[in-house]
């Protein structure tokens, strides 16, 4: 009876962490089906895949719309927290999930390599952004952190059939790893200067300029390992070197989940903890930040240009679109100026909109790849424009979008983000961004010109799996679609 009383276990509100509930229900389900069930008709595995991503993006968006205006709920003893601004994140991350599912499923049955381990690892993946997400303490924050990670060192060293998929993995993890020792100290550090791990305990102990210990050396040190954990997991310069390499070297959709699924959880959690925890020490961080965005910005769009390779093109074109969203994250740290909202739904909209481009951009890359997913060159584009017509107009329209061109959803994206710098008045990272992206814009011209005024050397294959037509229409869908209805998407990232 004493034991009893002592320990009194957390109320669970099971409907609201149902969208983790259905991930890992489907988890459990492909592996049990993989492991106690004969071979499944090739698909199948996808499309319990898929089920199961769709099935957590309608119960988020249920729950989306059972909030209202709310505040903020803490959930599980104040491990995971309850808004807006998470549910948008897991939204985003849900429908990244189905369109990576969609891709991998095409790209397995052509190479032949169709199980159901591939698409459990892409579902604990997302778990793991979920959990990133939604965590509202530094340690629970990790535990998601190492579990998207973990996935992601896997599918990406899965393609049997390429040594340069095995390398990649390898050099992820060993990378990896360091990055996540470098966030666990810095989450000891924070510790040891607040007294707690919570963010909103953290967030609480700072704003009334409680310090453990009276200096704030330890403080600073925690604040900056973190963003070193933080800048490799999102491939901010200098921590960027291991990106074009896993890029190419990762089977292609799964790059394609890396750059959605796994740039969104990161950015959404360096956004809950410099602009929630640390917001009240932003005078410490936020010239770092905005140094960084600077080197990301210019870095990544200079060397997107002198690459050959269209998946090095396009990692290091992510690169200069992280840079973008730390412009963001600067605007929204600005706690004291009444437009730093601009900064975080400028965030949460460029997060989506870049998910949705770059999945779909990749996706054509899978198709032109081929059969053992290497020609990903320059030169394998050419002459795609007459030999099928239809798949370059699709990727004229995501790479348009990526440049930021009017009535695209990569102009909105982008004009969201500058017009948070503008308001909050960074208005040198509002002209450096403006000068990334002209510089960006020519990298997607080199491919639009391979694509349509050069000769192609043989034709290109037609054949393409529906899963992997279904999720670049959904893709260039919504690309048209946000870039004449930006509405569409604003009504739900302004009420954050």
Sequence with gaps: ??????????????????????????????????SLTPQ????????????????????????????GDGEPISLLANALTFSKFTLFATFTIAIATLL????????????????????????????????????????????????LSLAFYLLTASSRSRSASGEAGLKYFVLGGFASAFFLYGVALVFGATGSTNIDAIAASLSKDIVLGGSSAMLLAGIALLLVGFGFKVSL????????????????????????????????????????????????????????????????????????????????????????????????GHSASADAGLGTSGTLSYLFIYSILVIGTLGIVTIVAGKGDNETSLDAFKGLGKSNPVLAMGMTVLLLAQAGVPLTSGFVAK???????????????????????????????????????????????????????????????????????PSLLLQFTNQI
């Design 40 to 67: 499944w008709k090739k698909g199948a595995y996808g499309i319990v895949g898929a089920l199961t991503a769709c099935a957590a993006a309608v119960l988020t968006a249920l729950l989306w719309r059972d909030l």
């Design 237 to 332: 310069v200098p921590f960027h070197t291991w990106t074009a390499d896993v890029y190419q070297g990762a089977p292609t959709p799964i790059t394609a989940l890396m750059g959605s699924v796994g740039k969104t959880a990161a950015f959404v959690a360096l956004l809950r903890v410099f602009s929630d925890a640390l917001s009240s020490r932003s005078d410490d961080w936020s010239p770092v930040v905005v140094v960084l965005a600077i080197l990301t910005l210019v870095v990544g769009s200079v060397l997107a240009v002198v690459q050959t390779d269209v998946k090095r093109m396009l990692a290091y074109s992510s690169i200069s679109h992280a840079g973008f969203i730390l412009v963001g994250l600067v605007a929204a």
């Design 415 to 485: 004009f969201g983000i500058i017009r948070a710098a503008v308001s909050t008045e960074s208005y040198v990272l509002a002209v450096v961004a403006m000068l990334a992206a002209v510089i960006a814009a020519f990298v997607y011209l080199r491919i639009m010109v391979s694509m349509w005024l050069s000769e192609g050397a043989s034709s290109h294959d037609v054949s393409v799996a529906f899963s992997t037509r279904l999720a670049i229409g959904l893709c260039v869908g919504a690309t048209v679609a946000l870039g004449f209805l």
């Design 1 to 34: 009876m004493l034991a009893a009383n002592m320990f009194v276990g957390p109320e669970i509100d099971w409907f609201k962490i149902s969208p983790l509930l259905v991930m890992l229900g489907g988890v459990l389900l492909l592996i049990l089906a993989g």
């Design 100 to 147: 990576a599912i969609l891709l991998t499923s095409g790209f397995l049955v052509r190479e032949d390599e169709d199980g159901p381990e591939i698409f459990a690892l892409i579902l604990c993946a997302a778990i793991g952004g979920m959990v990133m997400v939604q965590a509202n303490d530094l340690i629970v924050m990790f535990l998601g952190l190492e579990t």
